[in-house]
């Protein structure tokens, strides 16, 4: 399965940018699609998922009320940022892979990769 993410930029706080992952070639059907962020120095961490099937959204609780994650209908998963704060610089990449639902949040049950697109939020 190969990732492409895009969209991400520059932008001062309280603003906001659009990510969007896609496949290609094939769908996500089957699978949960993730974001995650990295900031330096910092772990990678979960940002929001979506179990393909179900349509099952699911947030980390620092973007809850901010970011809304949505799907078309075949390949394409995007995250809309609003109400960007400094702490959300960061490097962000979708992941996808099968996995319980316990496991949508850990990064280790995620197995393709996207490239990351990086986010600078200003003060």
């Known amino acids: 399965v190969q990732l492409q993410a895009s969209g991400g930029g520059f932008v001062q706080a309280g603003g906001s940018l659009r990510l969007s992952c896609a496949t290609s070639g094939s769908t996500f059907r089957g699978y949960t699609v993730g974001w995650f962020r990295q900031a330096p120095g910092k772990e990678r961490e979960f940002v929001a998922g979506i179990v393909w099937s179900t349509r099952i959204i699911f947030y980390a609780d620092l973007v809850k009320g901010r970011f809304t994650l949505s799907r078309d209908n075949f390949n394409t998963v995007d995250l809309q940022m609003d109400n960007l704060k400094p702490e959300d610089t960061a490097v962000y990449y979708c992941?996808?892979?099968?996995?319980?639902?316990?496991?949508?949040?850990?990064?280790?049950?995620?197995?393709?990769w996207g490239q990351g697109t990086q986010v600078t939020v200003s003060s």
């Open positions: 992941a996808t892979g099968t996995m319980i639902l316990s496991e949508r949040r850990n990064r280790d049950a995620y197995k393709f």
